[in-house]
C-alpha cells in the first residue's frame, strides 16, 4: 500500500523558515517523480514543486528562489526547504507521488502557517 | 503558462442526477496531460480521472472524462452521495502543472 506522511509544518514568522519532509513507502521510491502541491485554507490547490527521480527539478514561479526541493532515494523521503516565509504562504502542504503528468497518491498534509 | 477555468463554480444537484463539469484551458492541452480530482472536505485530493479520459484505480463506472484541445469535460452520470465535493481539472505543459480553480457539487 503507497503511504505518504507529510512532516515539518508548523508556526513561523514572516520571513523564517522552515523544512518539510515526505516518508514514503509501498512502492519504489526511486522510480517515481515527486511533487509538492499547496491548498491556502479555504483555496483550492497550487503545484509547488517537481523532482524527477533522476533529481531534476521544477518550480511554480511563486516560490522560485525560495524553495527548494530534494530527494534522498536511500531513505525514501522528499523535502522542501522554504526559505523567506511570506503571509501567502500559509497553507496546507501536500506530498504527491508523480505519475507522468498527473498525481497519482497523495499524503495528509502539513500546515504550514507564516504568522507575526 | 496555462490558465484552467472551470464552471460552473458550484453545482447543485440531486442524488441520481447527471452531473456535467466543464474545464477550459487558455490554450491547447495535449489530452494525455489533462487530469481530474476530487476532494472532499478535511481530505487529500484522490485522482479520478487521468489522460482526459482514463478512469484511476477504484474509480466506479459512473465517472467518465471527454474532451480535447482547449476544453475538457467530467460527467457523473448518477450521483450517489458520496460524489457531492470539490472537483479540480489539472494540466502539465512546459515543466509547469496548473490546476483548475475547482467545481463544488453540492446536494440540492
Known amino acids: 500500500e503507497v503511504q505518504l506522511v507529510e512532516s515539518g509544518g508548523g508556526l513561523v514568522q514572516p520571513g523564517g523558515s522552515l523544512r518539510l519532509s515526505c516518508a514514503a513507502s509501498?512502492?519504489?521510491?526511486?522510480?517515481?517523480?515527486m511533487n509538492w502541491v499547496r491548498q491556502a485554507p479555504g483555496k483550492g490547490l497550487e503545484w509547488v514543486s517537481y523532482?524527477?527521480?533522476?533529481?531534476?527539478?521544477y518550480y511554480a514561479d511563486s516560490v522560485k528562489g525560495r524553495f527548494t526541493i530534494s530527494r534522498d532515494n536511500a531513505k525514501n523521503s522528499l523535502y522542501l526547504q522554504i526559505n523567506s516565509l511570506r503571509d501567502d504562504d500559509t497553507a496546507l502542504y501536500y506530498c504527491?507521488?508523480?505519475?507522468?503528468?498527473?498525481?497519482?497518491?497523495w499524503g495528509q498534509g502539513t500546515l504550514v502557517t507564516v504568522s507575526s | 503558462d496555462t490558465v484552467l477555468t472551470q464552471s460552473p463554480g458550484t453545482l447543485s444537484l440531486s442524488p441520481g442526477e447527471r452531473a456535467t463539469l466543464s474545464c477550459r484551458a487558455s490554450?491547447?492541452?495535449?489530452?494525455?496531460?489533462l487530469a481530474w480530482y476530487q476532494q472532499k472536505p478535511g481530505q487529500a485530493p484522490r485522482l479520478v480521472i487521468y489522460?482526459?479520459?482514463n478512469r484511476a484505480t477504484g474509480i466506479p463506472d459512473r465517472f467518465s472524462g471527454s474532451g480535447s484541445g482547449t476544453d475538457f469535460t467530467l460527467t457523473i452520470s448518477r450521483l450517489e452521495p458520496e460524489d457531492f465535493a470539490v472537483y479540480y481539472c489539472?494540466?502539465?505543459?512546459?515543466?509547469?502543472?496548473?490546476f483548475g480553480p475547482g467545481t463544488k457539487v453540492d446536494v440540492k
Open positions: 504527491a507521488r508523480g505519475s507522468m503528468s498527473y498525481f497519482d497518491f
Open positions: 509501498g512502492f519504489i521510491f526511486s522510480s517515481y517523480s
Open positions: 523532482i524527477s527521480g533522476m533529481k531534476s527539478t
Open positions: 490554450q491547447s492541452v495535449d489530452s494525455s496531460y
Open positions: 489522460g482526459a479520459s
Open positions: 489539472q494540466q502539465y505543459g512546459n515543466s509547469l502543472f496548473t
